[in-house]
């Protein structure tokens, strides 16, 4: 039988423990596996290799982006070194230009030291995404919807692109989640998350997931989890079952509390512009609704000073200041001078990541206590 999205959820990869009937998955916290003879097992030698509390996370990720293998890992970050560990020196990628700033630095710092190259464009043009491609271009590595601009990206214009040219198109689908947006479906190779943000969803792990459509892909994938060893420990990869159980109704809460809240900035004399793709204003409206089933949480809003924007975050009673976003309380945070003060102020200015751009991540609570926080903390 075949089960709908919210059915898999509760669900997915893990039909109660065979010994005993549990209903929730075991947290093996167990290194090793005895054999009845050399290489006689039951599927499991090392956990860095497999777990059988992380394989249930596995193959749940799997069936909710509707890949054929899943993979765990340490952090969203450990998540993408694997999978940038596929190319080879003298290899080109093409990544968006307003990627999460541990991307960049990841590519920039990291991986650009053993001879990856890579173009920086902006992918919701997909001309300049052709324009990029070089010889040696092996990948294109999109966020649709970015952080903290929201802007989007055409999934299925960047498929036809990589098809076409024997690429690889990897995509970050922390801001989504599959329950919103299956890239997947759209021609995407590979996608990853940081599962610390929604898919976690409390704010209590730090953990990451891949998930690919092809097999061979995934054995090169799996092959470079167990070599270098990014892998999440089964205490982690239990309380991320456990979040996903309530990815259905959380998203939906995150969604209806976010619309009301931009419908509110947008309304505020103080507010110079409201970044949410859920606006019909917003350039890339319609091609997220054809992509994804939901708008998300997050929003950006620009007070147009720094100064206005320090009282507001000072003042805030309700909301907490912190990075991180996708978790049941809402978060507020400043990027210019928090999430992405490694970029230099120039191209931060040129991009839109002002002084005043504040970034919140709206999380569960009551939404007219949260509009209330901010107007109190407007004094409005
Ligand atoms: C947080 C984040 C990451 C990095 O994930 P970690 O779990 O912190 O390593 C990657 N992409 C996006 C969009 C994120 O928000």
């Keep these: 039988m075949t089960y709908k999205f919210n059915t898999k959820l509760i669900h997915g990869g893990f039909d109660s423990d065979p010994l005993t009937g549990a209903v929730n998955v075991p947290i093996y916290q167990v290194s090793t596996y005895k054999q009845e003879a050399v290489g006689k097992h039951k599927g499991y030698e090392y956990s860095r290799t497999g777990n059988p509390t992380r394989a249930v996370l596995e193959a749940l990720i799997a069936e909710l982006e509707g890949g054929v293998r899943g993979l765990g890992f340490a952090s969203g970050l450990a998540a993408l070194s694997a999978i940038l560990m596929l190319f080879n020196a003298g290899e080109h990628l093409i990544i968006s230009d307003d990627v999460y700033g541990g991307t960049f630095r990841l590519q920039d710092k990291v991986f650009k030291r053993f001879g990856i190259e890579a173009t920086y464009v902006e992918t919701s043009n997909p001309e ?4 990029a491609i070089r010889p040696n271009t092996k990948a294109l590595l999109v966020e649709t919807p970015t952080n903290p601009l929201l ?3 055409d999934l299925a214009a960047m498929g036809r692109i990589t098809k076409a040219n024997g690429m690889l198109l990897i995509v970050d689908n922390t ?5 919103w947006q299956r890239p997947l479906e759209h021609g995407a190779d590979i996608v990853w998350h940081s599962a610390t943000k929604y898919l976690g969803g409390h704010s209590d792990v730090v953990a990451g997931l891949a998930v690919v459509n092809d097999a061979e892909l995934g054995q090169r994938l799996a092959f470079l989890q167990n070599a270098a060893g990014g892998v999440p420990g089964p205490q982690d990869s239990y309380l991320l079952i456990r979040g996903i ?3 259905a109704v959380r998203m939906k ?3 209806a509390n976010a619309r009301q809240i931009a419908e509110w900035l947008a309304g505020q004399p103080a507010v110079k512009k409201v970044y949410y793709p859920g606006f019909p204003s917003h350039p890339g409206h319609e091609i997220h609704k054809r992509q994804a089933g939901g708008f998300g949480g997050m929003i950006s809003f620009d007070v147009g000073s720094g100064e206005l924007a320090d009282q507001l975050l000072r003042k805030v009673q309700l909301f ?7 978790a049941v309380e809402s978060l507020i ?14 191209h931060r200015n040129a991009l839109g990541v002002t002084d005043g751009l504040i970034r919140i991540s709206v999380g569960i609570e009551d939404a007219g206590d949260l509009i209330a926080d901010l107007a109190q903390a407007m004094g409005v």
């Excluded at 907490?320 to 996708?326: D, H, N, R």
């Design 128 to 131: 300049r995404v052709t324009a």
């Design 245 to 247: 159980k309530t990815l």
């Design 320 to 326: 907490t200041l912190a990075e991180s976003l996708g």
């Design 175 to 179: 801001f989504m989640t599959p329950y």
């Design 253 to 255: 809460e995150h969604e």
């Design 151 to 153: 802007k989007i990206t």
């Design 333 to 346: 945070e400043l990027p210019a001078k928090m999430t992405h003060a490694s970029i230099p102020a120039e």
